[in-house]
């Protein structure tokens, strides 16, 4: 049981950034899709600077995950961008 | 292998912890990334590679008036396709000596199939009677959507292994702040550091092209991948078709009268878009409706010529031939996704700046490869015991050989299915592609039999001779040698053969490069693991 536990301990904050990385960061670059709608473009000119840029921000979003210095603080940078931009969204929705 | 664990992640530097996320991306989709790249890579001259695969049909030595030959198919058409509700043809032009033609039938009738296509001869309007194949339009469909799953499955794949791609490029790009001092850095004959600055050399050199291929290679896609602001912002067809007029010849779909009235001359309507855009630089003909009261006829400009997919087009009243709108403009955002699309295919190039695109990104296929081949190299210095490496290790290694030598005998395998294939058969072109993967198959089952080092060697010599021996096949089997090309000026045969001979000698030197390797292997010197902390510090990708 121990055992298993510190597995759990080591590997777990590992498992959590790569679904940070994966889930969290294409949660953020579709929300960011959304998000630009809101920009004072024509509609089809919005919807395809979405598409355009969300590639940009899910890297740099998967880069963050990796970067920071622990899973917490990859997770709390995800959620500060993404209360940011759930407005934005919400606006135009 | 268990290094990468949080604690540690947490207390080192940025460059390591992008080192251990480029080595991950990399190595996870690395496979599907090394097909990708290199049938990307030869799909560059895919119109070539098609011409080659149907050599019944006789190479164009001018482009003919596309305006007649789109009057032609469309004459073609309006016998045999009498029901159909749509049809569109991509005319002949430098590079493509025949029309393909694709079709919609409104399925009135229920055995009838809804969606049908085909390859006619410009000169008779008749279709075309060469060997069926799907030509180099199988290594262009493999590069982003694979085979034998449905389509959507295909791309989604596609787009994980490019969004891996570029996280692998730019993590890449943080673990070497000395990016271009390593560029000028070449250990040789120093086995893992070669490999390394090998890798470099390469994904420096091509940096800003790898960088462009993979973004622009998922915006091909962006509409399948982020489809959510779409979805939010449109809520009627209307809108809808705002986009898709943005993206592509767009015709709205009217509903037909009714009221037969055949087409008017298409002559005519291509005519005025090559007064507007040169005489062969007219890419399709699309109607809509054709042979009703209210069709619609688009022709749209070619990709040669200028950087962008954006289109361009005419469209015309069927019944009448007036013409009813010029469009050659669309937004901001459309244009650089257009231009995005053009960098990425690259059908607007000139043949020296095609065979650039071919270079560049062989050496991207090679970056991925010599990436591959490095987490093995890396590793296997530091295994326990090298005669008897842990599963994931052999598993990477096993993977690797059939992965990229394997890939070379089972395209080439491909090839060869091509000529010696009979024809007519029924189910041919499929029949060629379930050769291709039965022999890469069977390339991973010798690189599991086989001793790793074995393995490498024989395949790169079974591609080597299999690329060699091609022109050969190709003179016994067609009318079109390479003697009779070279006298021709036939240069896409003539090119075939050679390109042929050439990667023959680069695996025949790969293969001749690894052999010397197993041979001196045993005494690895120890030089190599010597100052762990410069290693340990400058490391790159790994």
Redesign the interface.
């Known amino acids: 049981m121990n055992a298993r536990i510190q597995r759990v301990r ?5 498992v959590s ?1 790569i679904v940070a990385a994966l889930f969290g960061g294409y949660a953020l ?3 960011s ?2 998000a ?2 809101a920009l004072p ?12 840029a ?3 921000i ?2 740099a979003a ?2 963050w995950v ?2 920071v ?3 917490l603080k990859a997770w709390a940078g995800l959620t500060i961008v993404a209360a940011a931009l759930l407005p934005l ?1 919400w606006s ?2 | 292998m268990n290094s ?4 540690r ?2 207390g080192r530097g ?1 460059r390591q ?2 080192s ?2 480029h080595t991950w991306t990399g190595l996870l989709l690395g496979w599907i990334l090394y097909a990708m790249f290199l049938t990307g890579t030869v799909s560059y001259f895919k119109d070539e590679l098609s011409q080659w695969m149907r050599p019944e049909l006789a190479r164009l030595s001018e482009i003919p008036d596309q305006a007649v030959v789109a009057q032609r198919i469309a004459d073609e058409f309006g016998k045999t396709l009498a029901g159909a509700s749509q049809w569109s043809m991509r005319l002949p032009d430098a590079r493509n000596n025949s029309v393909y033609a694709f079709w919609r039938t409104s399925a009135r009738s229920p055995g009838q199939r809804g969606f049908g296509e085909a390859y006619f001869d410009p000169a008779t309007g008749g279709k075309v009677t060469s060997r069926e194949t799907l030509g180099g339009d199988f290594f262009y469909r493999f590069h982003f959507q694979f085979h034998y799953m449905p389509v959507v499955w295909g791309r989604w794949i596609a787009g994980a292994a490019a ?1 891996f791609m ?2 692998a490029i ?2 890449g790009v ?1 673990t070497h702040k000395k990016i271009f001092v390593d560029f000028f850095t070449f250990r040789w004959g120093r086995r893992q550091r070669s490999w390394l600055d090998a890798h470099n050399a390469l994904a420096v050199f091509g940096l800003p092209f790898h960088l462009m291929i993979t ?1 622009t290679g ?2 091909t896609l ?2 399948l ?2 489809p ?3 979805r ?3 809520k009627t067809p209307a ?1 809808r078709q ?2 898709a007029a ?1 993206l592509s010849a767009f015709i709205p779909p009217g509903k037909p009268s009714g009221q037969n009235v055949p087409l008017a001359s298409v002559e005519e309507m291509v005519r005025q878009a090559q007064e507007r855009w040169g005489r062969d630089q007219v890419g399709r003909v699309n109607a809509v409706h054709p042979g009703d009261a209210a069709a619609r006829v688009a022709v749209t400009r070619g990709d040669p010529g200028r950087v962008s997919m954006s289109p361009q087009y005419l469209e015309f009243e069927g019944a009448t031939g007036k013409l009813l709108a010029v469009r050659e403009n669309v ?4 244009e ?2 257009g231009v ?1 699309y053009a960098l990425h295919l690259g059908r607007f190039s000139d043949t020296v700046t095609r065979w650039l695109y071919f270079l560049v990104s062989f050496m991207g296929t090679a970056m991925v490869g010599t990436g591959l081949v490095m987490w093995t190299v890396k590793r296997r210095q530091q295994l326990p015991d090298p005669d008897r490496p842990y599963f994931g290790f052999r598993l990477v290694e096993r993977l690797n050989i059939a992965g990229i030598a394997g890939l070379s005998v089972a395209m080439t395998a491909f090839l060869w299915g091509n000529r010696l294939l009979p024809h007519p058969l029924e189910g041919r072109a499929e029949l060629e592609i379930h050769l291709f993967f039965i022999v890469w198959a069977l390339t991973l089952l010798h690189a599991l039999a086989r001793p790793a080092r074995s393995a490498w060697v024989e395949q790169l010599w079974a591609a080597s001779v299999l690329l060699s021996l091609l022109p050969v096949l190709n003179a016994m089997t067609t009318q079109r040698p390479l003697w009779h090309s070279l006298a021709e000026g036939d240069w896409i045969f003539a090119g075939m053969d050679i390109m042929c001979w050439a990667l023959a000698w680069l695996h025949a030197a790969l293969a001749m490069r690894t052999a010397r390797q197993s041979a001196v292997s045993p005494s690895r010197s120890k030089a190599n693991r010597r100052a762990p902390v410069t290693v340990a510090s400058s490391e790159g990708a790994g």
């Open positions: 080591s590997t777990g904050p590992l950034r670059a579709a929300l899709s959304v630009v709608l473009l024509s509609k089809p000119q919005a919807v395809l600077t979405g598409m355009l969300s590639f940009a899910y890297t998967v880069v990796f970067a210095r622990n899973a969204a135009v929705s | 990468d664990n949080d604690q992640v947490a940025i912890t992008m251990s996320l969004m570029l996280v730019v993590s943080i973004y998922l915006v962006m509409a991948y982020m959510w602001g779409e939010v912002a449109f809108e705002q986009l943005e937004g901001g955002a459309a650089t996704r995005f």
